[in-house]
């Protein structure tokens, strides 16, 4: 609604009325030609005759109040100025879930007051309207990038926006794993996966933003680039398993191991560029050269998995089976100097270096009933032989992998045996205090590994 005058027989009235010039309600009335101002409610009525200021003009609005009617009267209050909003956010980044503090404290109204401030926080989860005030607080708990957005409404009605700088709450980490989508007594549907992983309002890591990368069946055995920016994957597409890479993104798919050995799987790469892999379904272990495509064996003959690099790449972590059980054993670069690492009669399988490279975790089911009648924990072992068992709970705790940083470590959990196997995540400093636990998500996945952080 805006301020329109109206003429009276013999004196000025002052009201509003719709733009047809229909529903006039009269807000004042004076008996002779000074021009007065008011709100649109009517209220603040003071004189100004004489005073000329923008929108007014004193000598043609007495003129148009005393010989016209209703229309050109808009110019005595002039239209309205629209507020103009102003607004600033911080922090700008960080990890999700990420407190962001908003102040729309400098927007103004040139010619009246704000009366609303409507923040649209950009997410589409807190649409418009959902808060108003000057400032406020809103926590995003999706990772990704926002466009926030301030609406004032002054006391007109009309508005004025203004789009603040982006806002990113970053994943504080990014996984990839298998997940069975199907799953038949003779089939399982595994596809490669990667996901955010963001805190609840209760503080536990929940896998968000999840998006398939790869399509056929049985891709497995995901594992990253050093610098994170792809991923390897075992994959019998072509009909033989194989090693194939892709970008983080899923894109370009290619098999990088088929012309160069057979049945390649359970890749790792190494800062150094060299990926080792284990060849002939657990006959052997290589080393892929990606850049000269290339292919070394370095060890063969024996039933061997899961060849994993030391950080600083000179030395290789793997699983043997031998005298009717696995062990975990360390080799050098070259394939010198295999030794083992457990001895032990229970199975000691699926190792993973520390990220400082001061142990090897594993799995085991020493002290149990037995890893194939479901029980396994988790232990670490550093390179001095001092053990430490990390998870203690009935069930099989397996696949483990850990942060760059160290501070946590992920796995699945299988209850029973034929149940579902489910990521979890513990830091390490609580790893057998299941109440520290979060469990990533209910869907069936194996081989979860963090995306390295440099
Ligand atoms: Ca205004
Ligand atoms: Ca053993
Ligand atoms: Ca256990």
Not at 74 to 85: H, M, R, T
Not at 258 to 285: F, K, P, Q, T
Request: glycine share 10%.
């Amino acid at each position: 609604m805006k301020n329109y005058l109206g003429r009276g027989s013999d004196n000025i009235r002052i009201g509003s009325i719709n733009q047809d010039g229909t529903g006039f309600r009269e807000l004042a009335k004076e008996d002779s030609t000074p021009i007065y101002s008011m709100k649109p409610d009517g209220t603040g009525f003071r004189q100004i005759a004489g005073r000329v200021r923008r929108g007014f003009y004193t000598g043609l609005a007495a003129v148009a109040i005393g010989a016209a009617a209703l229309t050109g009267c808009d110019s005595l209050f002039g239209p309205n100025e629209l507020p103009v909003a102003e607004a600033t956010r911080s922090p700008g980044e960080g990890y999700a879930p990420l407190s962001v503090n908003f102040d729309g404290r400098a927007s103004y109204d040139p010619d009246g007051t704000i009366e609303k401030y409507i923040w649209d926080f950009g997410d589409g989860i807190n649409a418009k309207d959902s808060t108003s005030g000057a400032v406020a607080e809103y926590t995003y708990r999706m990772p990704g990038e926002y466009a926030p957005s301030l609406t004032v409404v002054d006391n007109d009605g009309d508005t004025g926006t203004t789009t603040l700088e982006s806002i990113t709450a970053e994943a504080e980490h990014q996984i990839a794993f298998s997940r069975w989508d199907v799953i038949t007594e003779d089939n399982r549907d595994e596809h490669i996966y990667v996901g955010d992983l963001t805190r609840t309002s209760e503080g536990k890591y929940i896998l968000v933003n999840q998006k398939r990368l790869t399509n056929s069946t049985q891709d497995t055995q995901s594992t990253w680039s050093p610098d994170g920016t792809e991923i390897l994957f075992t994959s019998p597409r072509e009909g033989k398993f194989a090693i194939w890479r892709m970008n983080a993104d899923g894109s370009n798919q290619r098999n990088i191991s088929s012309h160069l050995v057979e049945r390649a799987m359970a890749a790792d790469w190494c800062s150094n560029g060299l990926i080792v892999v284990n060849y002939n379904i657990g006959e052997g272990i290589g080393i892929i050269n990606p850049d000269e495509d290339t292919f070394t064996s370095i060890y063969s003959g024996d039933r061997v998995d899961l060849p994993g690099w030391s950080p600083d790449c000179s030395e290789i972590a793997y699983q043997r089976y031998i005298n009717g059980n696995w062990e975990v054993y360390l080799m050098d670069a070259n394939g010198g100097n295999q030794r083992n690492f457990t001895n032990n009669p229970a199975h000691d399988l699926l190792p993973v270096w520390l990220p400082d490279g001061s142990g090897v975790l594993f799995a085991s089911d020493r002290n149990t009933t037995g890893i194939y009648s479901g029980e396994a924990n988790l232990y670490l072992q550093n390179l001095n032989g001092i053990v430490t068992q990390l998870t203690d709970i009935p069930g099989r705790e397996i696949y483990p992998s850990i942060s760059s940083d160290g501070n946590s470590l992920m796995f699945v959990r299988l209850r029973h045996i034929g149940d579902a196997t489910i990521p979890y995540l513990t830091p390490m400093t609580s790893t057998r205090d299941t109440t520290t636990w979060s469990q990533l998500t209910t869907k069936e996945s194996i081989f979860p590994t963090f995306r390295p952080r440099q």
